[in-house]
């Protein structure tokens, strides 16, 4: 952030939608993902996209708006009743999985939209312009999601309120990982804020730096909470990286233009499904972590690592 960027923080109104891109090609995940949406990949028993929902509607979201593309519908589909299924359920006296195939529905209002042309994450973000109009809202990328005993969202909704500007989520990396992120330069927060948590104002934003020109150890996470006045900046902004319209792009114009950007460091339990290695992780922690399965999963896995080494 420039230096001529505002230091008194509005209090404005809490963000209460949230925008999941999702309309990838999944390529990584070929050919599973030729017929099934990656986001409906299933982590143990219920689809990465449902962690994320649940993710966003324990902050206090109400409102998602799915960026979708050709062959997405099934992702809708996930998170409305089937009343056939309920009742064969009800039937059997099955209460907790009618439980579980009922909540998907009560999460949160689903609403879509689509992308026609895998244009980047900015153009993903500026066809939620209709839906989201001039108010703050959540972008949730589809691939990740974190430990919800351990939330991220509340802290960076409750931020963007106070500043009325953009906030970003970070991890620290090791040196040598930063040119796989976007990283950032970062400077204390204004004292105002200084309660919310671990809070850093954000004075640039590089993408995959090398090791020597990182600015930080500080990786963007796939989390953002945005004014409404990114789509006039997402409008502004031409084509960048792969000839892609980059979200990032966008945020750098606002920083310019003094716009407050902070973020939040990350130091819970962050699960990235966006590549294979990283999915199957997942699925092995929170296998691990359950109580129907944890303690007999753990006790294959221990005996099947043993044979391997």
């Not at 505002?6 to 090609?25: D, E, F, M, Q």
């Not at 039937?91 to 009560?106: H, N, T």
């Not at 990286?241 to 966008?250: H, K, N, R, V």
Request: net charge negative.
């Amino acid at each position: 952030m420039s230096e001529h960027a505002a230091t008194t923080l509005p209090s404005g109104r809490r963000a209460i939608k949230a925008v999941i891109p999702a309309a990838g090609l999944a390529t990584r995940f070929l050919p599973a993902t030729k017929a099934v949406p990656k986001e409906l990949l299933p982590v143990v028993d219920r689809p990465v996209l449902q962690y994320i929902v649940e993710e966003a509607a324990a902050a206090g979201i109400t409102d998602v708006l799915l960026i979708t593309g050709r062959g997405k519908t099934s992702m809708v589909d996930h998170f409305d009743r089937q009343p056939y299924l309920e009742s064969r359920l009800e039937e059997k006296g099955d209460k907790e999985r009618l439980a579980a195939v009922r909540k998907p529905s009560q999460l949160a209002d689903i609403y879509t939209c689509r992308q026609h042309e895998p244009l980047g994450l900015g153009h993903a973000v500026g066809c939620a312009e209709a839906h989201v109009g001039d108010e703050p809202f959540a972008v949730l990328l589809g691939d990740e999601f974190v430990d919800l005993a351990d939330p991220l969202l509340p802290a960076m909704l409750d931020l963007q309120a106070r500043t009325g500007g953009i906030v970003l989520s970070f991890m620290e990396v090791a040196p040598e990982e930063t040119k796989r992120y976007g990283i950032a330069s970062v400077i204390d927060p204004e004292p105002e804020v200084a309660d919310i948590g671990e809070v850093v104002r954000v004075t640039g934003l590089v993408e995959k730096p090398s090791q020597e020109d990182a600015p930080s150890n500080l990786a963007v996470l796939g989390r953002y909470v945005l004014p409404g006045a990114i789509f006039q900046a997402i409008k502004s902004t031409g084509p960048g990286s792969g000839g892609e319209i980059q979200l990032t792009d966008a945020m750098a114009m606002l920083l310019d233009q003094g716009t407050p950007v902070h973020g939040i460091v990350y130091r819970g339990t962050r699960y990235d499904t966006g590549m294979p290695l990283g999915y199957l992780q997942a699925v092995v922690q929170i296998a691990s972590q359950r109580e129907d399965l944890g303690e007999a999963f753990t006790s294959w896995l221990r005996n099947f690592v043993g044979t391997r080494t």
